[in-house]
């Protein structure tokens, strides 16, 4: 079974930092697009950060020079550094991944649980 699973979420002072990381498990071939969405409260969800496996990277405006967002294809996994977080950037954070599964025939998105990361001022 293909999961994603992510750590490192947690509260934190205006300008702080906090590291997000995320694993693939399961049966996977190889993975694609990966990175990280974020929905605060009575806010629809929205996309953070992608990285694609040729290290394009696409980052919403809101945390350019702020965030980076970098993955290990070799582990699976995609990380996202977040400094001089702002209150704004309190979320739930998801992991999403576009992955390889059935021997490499098959592309599927997947998502994972998320990670509460609260900025308190």
């Known amino acids: 079974q293909v999961q994603l699973v992510e750590s490192g979420g947690g509260l934190v002072q205006v300008g702080g930092s906090l590291r997000l990381s995320c694993a693939a498990s399961g049966s996977i071939f190889s993975t694609n697009i990966m990175g990280w969405y974020r929905q605060a409260p009575g806010k629809e969800r929205e996309l953070v950060a992608s990285?694609?496996?040729?290290?394009?990277?696409n980052l919403a405006d809101s945390v350019k020079g702020r965030f980076t967002i970098s993955r290990d294809d070799a582990r699976n996994t995609v990380s996202l550094q977040m400094n001089s977080l702002r209150p704004e950037d309190t979320g739930v954070y998801y992991c999403?991944?576009?992955?390889?599964?059935?021997?490499?025939?098959?592309?599927?998105?997947?998502w994972g649980q998320g990670t509460q990361v609260t900025v308190s001022s």
């Open positions: 999403n991944a576009d992955l390889y599964v059935a021997g490499g025939t098959l592309l599927k998105n997947y």
């Open positions: 990285i694609d496996r040729s290290g394009t990277i």
